[in-house]
């Protein structure tokens, strides 16, 4: 696990277009304010398949991004706090990834469906 400082800024890239992504991502956008957060639907495939958070260069996914945003967000950072250890990372991401999988292959009907 990296080292998290709340002082640096934090860029995160979430799927703006999926409705369950959006909404969450609008709650940390009210209450952060040292994170970037930026759509990635028009972006490569692997930022809409996850989210991605990246800070000093170094890149997190999954359940480590969402630490990142947790640590930086009023109200969160307890999650942070809680889940900021390998065996809660393991559990999270065995919870995130088919979640994420589900929500990205909705992500890969709507753009068909636009097109």
Known sequence: MNN????????VFYNDTCPICKREIDTYKLRSSNIEFSDSSLMDDKYNRRMHAYKDGVEYVGAEAFLIVWRNTRGFKWLSY???NKISIIIMNLIYEPLALIIYKMHLKRLKKNK
Do not use: P
């Open 82 to 84: 809680l889940f900021n």
């Open 4 to 11: 998290i400082k709340d002082k640096d800024k934090i860029k």
